[in-house]
């Protein structure tokens, strides 16, 4: 999410551009249970963010969506118990188990 070159306009259309790749990526791998791999297009300076991410962290951007993935991203409006945007070393991501059978309801922990 570099401004190299870009108006004002240009740079936050950018922004949003990749919170919403960030977001499809987050709930993604959380429908998954599983971390998938980052989009091309996701800028550099979002996957060394979201690379550091646990499990807890990759929830609650899903339930922010895309805008407070963005809001987040440009520290207008922090999530709380996310850490703000900035690289961070890689975290093992432990999803819960897949359901054992197509009919089994899976397991979500909602939090209190």
């Not at 922010?64 to 963005?70: I, K």
Request: glycine residues 10%; aromatic residues 6%; hydrophobic residues 40%.
């Amino acid at each position: 999410m570099s401004g190299a070159g870009l108006t004002p306009a240009e740079l936050v259309e950018s922004q949003i551009r990749d919170s919403k790749l960030a977001w499809s990526w987050v709930n993604g791998s959380l429908l998954d249970c599983s971390t998938r791999s980052f989009p091309a297009a996701l800028s550099k300076k979002m996957r060394m963010w979201l690379v550091g991410l646990g499990y807890g962290q990759l929830v609650a951007l899903k339930h922010a969506g895309a805008r407070g993935v963005f809001e987040h991203a440009t520290g207008q409006n922090m999530i709380g118990g996310v850490p703000r945007m900035q690289s961070l070393p890689p975290a093992v991501v432990r999803y819960p188990p897949p359901p054992k059978t197509p009919d089994e309801p899976r397991v979500i922990k909602q939090r209190a």
